[in-house]
């Protein structure tokens, strides 16, 4: 069975860091391309980044350009997000997914990321 | 602020059609494919379309995607209870460089 379950969300202060984590099981981990995505409260998804099967591709949307690193361990089957300089604007939650040919087949729960004083 | 443009409510009774529009533009639409996921209350988005139209195994042929130009459009033709959702369009774009979703629509099954 397929799964990706996050960690690593929650409370911090504007300008803080952190870093969430996307342990993949039920699927060889190296051969997919990864993405981020995430959903402030209330409000629609938004893509944030994506990385290439052997991490030697990222892309960013420009909003977390330069702020916002993606990364994967494949031999631990897991997916990064370090978040640097985070916005009150960074709140949301965050989902990890598995993109097959045009889409993302499996998606994590989620983790939560609160970004507040 | 997103590029693709979706109307934010739809709503039908039992049995009957709906169809959602997504609206984008040469760089995004225009030049690459289109999915379609639902998203369901306090849960992550699921596959519902890839490809502009191709359903992945154990999505109901009640939908069904489509892509004209610049715009794009899901339908779900014999509305049932359960398919009240948040649905969103996405591709990527290319003078962006990045994957775009559009606004969103919330379906109501009246």
């Known amino acids: 069975e397929v799964q990706l379950v996050e960690s690593g969300g929650g409370l911090v202060q504007p300008g803080g860091s952190l870093r969430l984590s996307c342990a993949a099981s039920?699927?060889?981990?190296?051969?997919?391309?990864m993405h981020w995505v995430r959903q402030a409260p209330g409000k629609g998804l938004v893509w944030v980044s994506r990385i290439k099967t052997d991490g030697s591709i990222t892309t960013y949307a420009d909003s977390v350009k330069g702020r916002f690193t993606i990364s994967r361990d494949n031999a631990k089957n897991t997916l990064y997000l370090q978040m640097n300089s985070l916005r009150v604007e960074d709140t949301a939650v965050y989902y990890c997914?598995?993109?097959?040919?045009?889409?993302?087949?499996?998606w994590g729960q989620g983790t939560l990321v609160t970004v507040s004083s | 602020q997103s590029v693709l443009t979706q109307p934010p409510s739809a709503s039908g009774t039992p049995g009957q059609r709906v169809t959602i529009s997504c609206s984008g533009s040469?760089?995004?639409?225009?030049?690459?494919?289109v999915t379609w996921y639902q998203q369901l209350p306090g849960t992550a988005p699921k596959l519902l379309i890839y490809s502009n139209n191709q359903r992945p195994s154990g999505v109901p042929d009640r939908f069904s995607g489509s892509k004209s130009g610049t715009s794009a459009s899901l339908a779900i033709s014999g509305l049932q209870s359960e398919d009240e959702a948040d649905y969103y369009c996405t591709t990527w774009d290319d003078s962006l460089n990045g994957y775009v979703f559009g606004t969103g629509t919330e379906v109501t099954v009246l």
């Open positions: 039920g699927f060889t981990f190296s051969r997919s391309w």
């Open positions: 040469s760089s995004n639409i225009g030049s690459n494919t």
């Open positions: 997914a598995r993109e097959v040919g045009g889409g993302s087949d499996y």
